[in-house]
T-cell receptor
């Protein structure tokens, strides 16, 4: 198995632009999580899905952030418009019920 | 809400020696899972070890072992015979032991340096 695949690995964008981060979970995993990591705030859970349905999006910072999971093998996290304070590493992780979590390699987002 | 606290922002150890990283957590539940994750400079999050709260026996994975004290809500990680490749950020994490999607709650992390 290729593990959790995130793209792009790095993204540099200008303030005000739309940014889309992508994630392909491990086949057969039914839960998907989006985390954000910054020096100041550590690892924060943004949103998670179970069987493609959003369960808890209380960690999404504001309306500029949105996430979708149209099918079991793909999820996106979109920021529109982006701001410099959104600069962070964004991780996607997947799991199966009580199993362990597997993380992707993360996307380092820089908004200038 | 559950919380996880790592009180040591940084630790250092001499190569080949033993180091212990601390973690405490707060929960009102009796059954849960605890984890230690390693994040090297490559930023990949790697599972080091996992402990089920209902198991009294401490988990062990080669040079990595935990000291799980349920009553004290403490979950420390011991790394024996430290190697240069162990240098990384280490995160303690908690999840509820309920079927279905359950989030991982992370501590703030401990940066471990290995001195040659």
């Amino acid at each position: 198995d290729a593990g959790v695949i995130q793209s792009p690995r790095h993204e540099v964008t200008e303030m005000g632009q739309e940014v889309t981060l992508r994630c392909k979970p491990i086949s057969g995993h039914n839960s998907l999580f989006w985390y954000r990591q910054t020096m100041m705030r550590g690892l924060e859970l943004l949103i998670y899905f179970n069987n493609n349905v959003p369960i808890d999006d209380s960690g999404m910072p504001e309306d500029r952030f949105s996430a979708k999971m149209p099918n079991a093998s793909f999820s996106t996290l979109k920021i529109q418009p982006s701001e410099p304070r959104d600069s962070a590493v964004y991780f996607c992780a997947s799991s199966l019920s009580l199993g362990g979590y597997t993380f992707g390699s993360g996307t380092r987002l820089t908004v200038v | 809400a559950q919380t996880v606290t790592q009180s040591q922002p940084e630790m250092s150890v001499q190569e080949a020696e033993t180091v212990t990283l601390s973690c405490t957590y707060d929960t009102s539940e009796s059954d849960y899972y605890l984890f230690w994750y390693k994040q090297p400079p490559s930023r990949q999050m790697i599972l080091v070890i996992r402990q089920e709260a209902y198991k009294q026996q401490n988990a062990t994975e080669n040079r990595f072992s935990v000291n799980f004290q349920k009553a004290a809500k403490s979950f420390s990680l011991k790394i024996s015979d430290s190697q240069l490749g162990d240098a990384a950020m280490y995160f303690c994490a908690y999840r509820r032991a309920i079927q279905g999607a359950q989030k991982l709650v992370f501590g703030q992390g401990t940066r471990l340096t290995i001195n040659p």
